[in-house]
Each structure stands twice: as structure tokens, then as C-alpha cells.
């Protein structure tokens, strides 16, 4: 993409020198009060580090033992058998003497002809009176 095809905002619009906003006394107060809250019941990043377990490289563990599954081996044999949900509805099935055919109503709509109604011959005038 050149220089020519992007708009007049890419030239004009200083993006990397953005300036920070200075705290306000207020918002500096809020982050100490929040920080005392916090060390007072001992979740500050620094003491939740040094309470958590460690392995040898300092990375951190977790925090509860995993269970040891092959002590449960004796329990009631369980069954892969899925139960149905009720009663099996009624599924229709076609017999086949119903539709007579396929007829062409009109361009490429295609529609069933049955046996028991006028629908070929009104298919077959088209409209036609």
C-alpha cells in the first residue's frame, strides 16, 4: 500500500508520541490505601509468592496434591449402556400411493402432483383459464 492510496490522517497523526497522564494526589492515596488493605490480609504479590510452594526452579506449584486415583479401585463396576430419554415417537413413513408425480408449475417450480386432486390439469393449462 503507497503513501497515496492511505488517507490524510496517516500523515497528520503523531501515534508514538503519546504523553502519560500524570496520577493525581487522590488516585496515588487510593493505590497506597488499597496496597495496606491488602498486606493486611496477606495477598500482596510478594507474600502470595512466599506462601505458595516452589519447586527447584521458582516456579510455582499447585496448590493442592493431586489425588492419587489408582487407591480407588475398588468401587461398584460403572456401565457405558446410555438409557433412553422415553417413549420412541411415531416416525411416518411414506407408502408410496399418495403422489402421483412431479409436475413443472411455472419456470422451474417444481411441485407434487397427488392422485386425489385437479393439480395436473391446472398445471397443464397454466393459468390459462
Known amino acids: 500500500?503507497?503513501?497515496s492510496m492511505l488517507g490524510p490522517w496517516m500523515t497528520t497523526t503523531r501515534y508514538n508520541n503519546k504523553k502519560r497522564k500524570n496520577k493525581t494526589e487522590r488516585q496515588l492515596q487510593a493505590?497506597?490505601?488499597?496496597?495496606?488493605w491488602l498486606r493486611k490480609?496477606?495477598?500482596a504479590p510478594d507474600q502470595l509468592?512466599?506462601?505458595l510452594p516452589h519447586d527447584a526452579k521458582g516456579n510455582r506449584k499447585g496448590v493442592c496434591d493431586m489425588p492419587d486415583y489408582k487407591s480407588r479401585q475398588?468401587?461398584?463396576?460403572?456401565s457405558d449402556i446410555i438409557g433412553g430419554n422415553g417413549i420412541k415417537k411415531h416416525e411416518n413413513v411414506y407408502t408410496g400411493d399418495e403422489i402421483?408425480?412431479?409436475?413443472?408449475?411455472h419456470k422451474s417450480n417444481?411441485?407434487?402432483v397427488?392422485?386425489?386432486s385437479n393439480d395436473a390439469k391446472e398445471i397443464a393449462r397454466m393459468r390459462r383459464g
Open 1 to 3: 500500500m503507497t503513501m
Open 31 to 36: 493505590e497506597r490505601e488499597h496496597d495496606t
Open 41 to 43: 490480609r496477606g495477598l
Open 49 to 51: 509468592k512466599a506462601k
Open 74 to 78: 475398588k468401587t461398584l463396576p460403572t
Open 100 to 105: 402421483a408425480g412431479i409436475g413443472l408449475l
Open 110 to 112: 417444481l411441485v407434487p
Open 114 to 116: 397427488r392422485k386425489d
